[in-house]
Each structure stands twice: as structure tokens, then as C-alpha cells.
């Protein structure tokens, strides 16, 4: 085969895969207009095959690291200290940041309740748990913070439980 041909070839590829992106996105936003969105999908709802590859590439946007919180840590052993209170710093040059949440091991031992600045907008400005029935995975979710920041609460599911618990920020 030529270079031309497998250029040509290459070309096709990328417009039916544009082509494809571009359906998905205009019938998944057409059957969502009259529901009632969850605040983390802003961050969260994606094309299930885009996970795999925005672990090859890396994130698609601007995410919470351990330096915009107080205090900066981004793992917390619930067998150490049943219950952490972090605040998440503002950040004035994003509109969302994204952080995915990871409990180890994976039996939901945790809680973790995200509460925003007041000056959040509409809908990032309401509460949000991993224990709510939005969240279909208690064990690994992503959670939208607003520029403002907010307070990041994060417990142990039983305190009488001693096994070992922990929470990743990533």
C-alpha cells in the first residue's frame, strides 16, 4: 500500500468516528432535557469508552490535587482517624474541578459528603453524599467543585469497624 492510500484510509476513520461522537452527543442531550440532572454529571457523563482512554491521554479538565486542600493530603486512613474534615481551597481560574473519590477496599466503609462555598452556582451549590441513590458506585465517583471550594467531609461508614478503610483523592 502507498502513503496516500493509508492516509486516505486514516482520514475516513477519523470523520465516521466524528460522525459517531457527534450522534451519540446529540441523542444522549436530547432524551436528558426533561430530567432532573445530578450535580456530578457535569464532570461524570461521558461515553463509558472514554475512561479507558482518558487513562492513556490523562484527565479531560482541571482536577482537585492535594495542594488545593487544607490540609494537603489526598489519602486518608479511616483505620488511623475515623473522621476527616478538609477544606478544598477556591480556585478563581476554573468555572468546575473534578475529583474522583476511591475507597479501598471496595465495600463502601466510607462516607463522604461534599459541601460547597456559599456563593456556589445552581446546581453545584447543593450537598452531595456518596451515600445518596444518585451515586452508582460508593466505592469510586467523581464529585464537580465549584471554583468556590467547599468543606469535604470524610468518615468512616462504622466507627465500631476496625478494619482497615481508605480514601483516595485523585
Known amino acids: 500500500m502507498t502513503g496516500t492510500k493509508i492516509l486516505i ?12 461522537l457527534v450522534g451519540w ?6 432524551q436528558g432535557d426533561d430530567k432532573k440532572k445530578d450535580p456530578n454529571d457535569a464532570v461524570a457523563d461521558h461515553p463509558g469508552f472514554l475512561d479507558g482512554l482518558n487513562d492513556l491521554l490523562g484527565s479531560r479538565g482541571p482536577k482537585i490535587d492535594a495542594a488545593h486542600l487544607d490540609p494537603s493530603l489526598a489519602t486518608f486512613d479511616l483505620q488511623r482517624i475515623s473522621s476527616y474534615t478538609i477544606h478544598v481551597l477556591p480556585d478563581k481560574s476554573h468555572t468546575i ?3 474522583k473519590v476511591k ?3 471496595p465495600n463502601a466503609c466510607a462516607r463522604v459528603v461534599f459541601t460547597p462555598s456559599k456563593d456556589a452556582p445552581e446546581p453545584l451549590n447543593q450537598e452531595r453524599k456518596s451515600d445518596d441513590k444518585e451515586v452508582k458506585n460508593r466505592n469510586e465517583f467523581n464529585l464537580a467543585v465549584p471554583k ?8 468512616r461508614q462504622s466507627s465500631l469497624n476496625t478494619s482497615p478503610c481508605t480514601v483516595t483523592l485523585e
Request: hydrophobic content about 55%.
Open 9 to 20: 484510509i486514516v482520514l475516513v476513520l477519523i470523520v465516521v468516528l466524528f460522525v459517531v
Open 25 to 30: 452527543g446529540y441523542g444522549h442531550n436530547k
Open 103 to 105: 475507597v479501598q477496599p
Open 97 to 99: 474541578r473534578r475529583a
Open 148 to 155: 468556590g471550594g467547599g468543606t469535604l467531609l470524610i468518615s
